[in-house]
């Protein structure tokens, strides 16, 4: 017998019922036909799998009969000794092609028929597995019906669940669902006695429905002579399972749980032991310097580090994985997506796969204000796991939108990956050019500074630029020797402007990572050549923190695909490589609220995404972005601003101020354009100028406009801050002027 590892892909059964069978020749006819009648009345394509686990009686040829009559809905498989009941599964499901799997013993106490219930529970239901657990009616007392129940109540204890038969192997999941639930690392006696206990603690949502359960007519069961025994090395068995799933388990993670079935090496380069001794000593203090995330960032990164090395077709096949489990938890749990989804005359199995997604209703800014607080986060979510995110990033009108921890901490791994593409390694120095402490509370301040000193990290904050202070700066820059500079792309072309006018950096980064404008490539090159690296451009949002990810290739950015889906779209169908489409993503990790085909307002050009990169990683890529301009507003006394600023202030202000721009066209002046929000005054107003005058000067003019509607660009967005001068530093002969997209804001 050949074990596959995938399903055929476009398979065309729904349900395979896989069958452990040990001495069970007097039980297999009957129980094939019941399987197969189930099938008819279901009206459902099936198949029927009959694992002979080593039997000594004629089971293997009774097996083999059904099968050969069977026109192929009877699959026999074959071990030639005994392996148990875990093992038979997982051959059977190795050996299975549908889209379903149930499991069902072969002595017919269960009855094939209950199939059909389980399915129905499935999908009326939409969770991740169902199970029937075994009713009292007609149940024989004996002795092995008492040391169940006691079994289940020490499950039950054990694990923290409610179930009415815990370690009932009656179940039904989706194939890849169950391909995980048997990935374990113990070595048990009686496995099959976990899988309720696996789907709880790898965060898989389940319903238990009551089934009849009859006394077995033909054979003999292998228990019936060990019960007692079996009961005792079931106390050995908890104590190694409460281990693997309670203490050391890992977060409930997809990417993890695939890894084992699609192991790849981990071709990152290995850190020397004074990095590895920071980074422990990091990560021992992180719960302490961080808030929200945790520790378990650590296994994120980890399994990141292995996920980017996957094929094009295995990375394809995680995040189908991911979407279907969305989609289910979508559909199950966030009504507004069951209401879209019901008008649709969708189910969550219609959808598959990506090949399935234009199936599923676009997503806009305006819905989500429009549902926020009504029914677009998730009923069964803990709020306490969950972190306001307010934005106007480059749109000039304030959003909000909620993600939970899970989310916060892929975004900090798949972060520290990325920079660790430039040729960085974690302890390197490496200098930010900071938003600074708006928005953030003192507590959150300390964290930060101290997260900064543990990561060997030098702020500089932009929001404080002026011509008196850029050389210090500067200098900053130099001392600390930075393997890496980061920042917002326009506070990187202005500083490299700054040394184009002012002499070179003194020092040389390995590497630069530009992020939340888009990088033309004349600033990608004033850039570099001020700096004397390569720029590394990072594609992100406030919704979802980086998106994708220029890698050493610098052929277009990879999509953090263990976390994101990304459609281009060109007239709501898939662009062409070469084409510029509007940018559509799928968050596959934020359960809590759900962003599910969401227009971002980002155009961007698309790519082959079967085509590999020439660095090995099978992550989906992207090409140049559009959307986000650079703008750099300048006050009195030589200040200046990046456009930034505006939207990172104002995003605090979304109660009084619904959009905004502001809009400089002449030295020492800007106006201010206000669309008024539900709880707008002049006192929210006076405090917003009083904050232009501190950063820009107090003898800034500030000319106030309230009007009904900030114009949208062609990307569907607003542009937050326009500067139309430009740059003449003092004591340089050289008139500079930054990177401005005019097309997007004449």
């Avoid at 310097?289 to 994120?300: A, G, P, S």
Wanted: net charge neutral; aromatic share 8%; charged share 25%.
């Amino acid at each position: 017998m050949t074990e596959q590892a995938h399903p055929a892909p476009e398979s065309p059964i729904e349900l395979s019922v896989i069958v452990p069978c040990l001495n069970e020749e007097l039980n297999l006819r009957e129980l094939a036909a019941r399987v197969l009648r189930v099938f008819e009345v279901g009206g459902l394509v099936g198949e029927l799998v009959l694992v002979d686990d080593g039997s000594k009686d004629g089971t293997a040829a009774v097996i083999r009969e059904l099968s050969a009559a069977s026109e192929g809905r009877i699959v026999g498989c074959f071990h030639p000794e005994n392996r148990g009941i875990a093992a038979a599964w997982r051959t059977g499901v190795g050996a299975s092609r549908g889209k379903l799997v149930a499991t069902i013993d072969a002595d017919l106490q269960y009855q094939p028929e209950d199939l059909l219930r389980l399915r129905r529970a499935f999908y009326d239901h939409s969770v991740d597995v169902v199970q029937g657990f075994r009713s009292a009616v007609g149940r024989r007392k004996d002795q092995r019906y008492h040391l169940s129940r006691g079994l289940n109540h020490l499950l039950n204890g054990v694990f923290g669940m409610e179930l009415s038969d815990n370690k009932s192997g009656f179940v039904m999941c989706a194939r890849e669902v169950m391909l995980d639930l048997l990935t374990y690392r113990g070595t048990y006696f009686y496995w099959q006695s976990f899988i309720m206990v696996a789907a709880h603690a790898k965060g898989y949502s389940y319903k238990e429905i009551e089934t009849i359960f009859e006394q077995r007519r033909q054979g003999v069961s292998f228990l019936q002579k060990t019960a007692v025994r079996a009961s005792v090395l079931s106390l050995v068995d908890i104590g190694k399972a409460a281990w693997e799933y309670r203490v050391s388990r890992p977060p409930p993670d997809v990417a993890h749980q695939f890894l084992r079935r699609h192991p790849v090496a981990d071709r990152t380069p290995p850190r020397t032991p004074v990095q590895e001794m920071r980074w422990r000593a990091y990560l021992a203090a992180f719960d302490s310097t961080h808030w929200m995330i945790t520790r378990d960032v650590e296994h994120y990164y980890e399994t990141l580090c292995k996920t980017q090395w996957l094929g094009v077709t295995e990375t394809r096949e995680l995040q189908d994985e991911k979407l279907r489990r969305l989609v289910r938890h979508a559909y199950r749990n966030v009504p507004y997506y069951r209401a879209r989804m019901q008008e649709r005359g969708l189910r969550p199995e219609d959808v598959r796969g990506q090949a399935d997604l234009h199936k599923l209703p676009l997503l806009t800014k305006a819905d989500i204000r429009k549902h926020l607080y009504f029914d677009i986060m998730s009923e069964n979510h803990d709020k306490s796991q969950v972190l306001r995110i307010a934005t106007s990033g480059s749109t000039g009108e304030p959003f909000v939108c909620y993600a939970d921890r899970v989310q916060l901490e892929l975004r900090w791994a798949a972060t520290l990956r990325a920079q660790e593409w430039t040729g960085y390694r974690f302890g390197d120095p490496c200098v930010r050019l900071w938003h600074q402490t708006i928005g953030m509370s003192k507590s959150q301040i300390r964290k930060e500074r101290a997260d900064a000193i543990l990561s060997n990290r030098t702020f500089v904050p932009i929001f404080e630029m002026s011509e008196k202070n850029l050389a210090a700066m500067v200098r900053t820059i130099a001392e600390a020797e930075p393997v890496l500079l980061d920042g917002y792309a326009e506070a990187l072309d202005f500083l490299a402007r700054y040394l184009r006018a002012h002499g070179d950096l003194s020092v040389r980064p390995r590497a630069v990572m530009s992020s939340a404008q888009t990088l033309p490539l004349p600033s990608r090159r004033v850039i570099e050549q001020a700096f004397g690296c390569a720029v590394f451009d990072k594609y992100g949002s406030r919704e979802f923190s980086g998106i994708a990810y220029e890698c050493e290739a610098h052929a277009g950015h990879h999509v953090v695909a263990e976390g994101y889906i990304v459609e281009i779209l060109k007239g709501g169908e898939p662009a062409k490589p070469g084409e510029i489409g509007e940018v559509v993503i799928t968050d596959l990790t934020n359960m809590c609220m759900p962003f599910i085909r969401y227009r971002i307002g980002d155009l961007a050009e698309a790519m082959d995404p079967l085509a590999p990169c020439t660095c090995g990683r099978g992550a989906p890529r992207i090409g140049a972005i559009e959307g986000r301009v650079q703008s750099i507003i300048q006050g009195t006394d030589g200040r200046f601003v990046p456009g930034t600023f505006f939207a990172h202030y104002l995003k605090e202000y979304d109660h009084a101020i619904k959009q905004f721009q502001v809009v400089q066209e002449e030295l020492g002046a800007i106006t201010f354009r206000v669309v008024k929000g539900g709880r707008f005054s002049d006192d929210v107003l006076d405090e917003v100028l009083a904050k232009f005058r501190e950063v820009l000067g107090e003898d800034l003019r500030i000319t106030v406009e309230f009007v009904d509607e900030v114009a949208m660009v062609r990307t569907g967005k607003r542009v937050a801050a326009v500067s139309k001068l430009g740059i003449d530093f003092q004591r340089s002969s050289a008139s500079v002027r930054p990177s401005v997209d005019r097309g997007d804001h004449a």
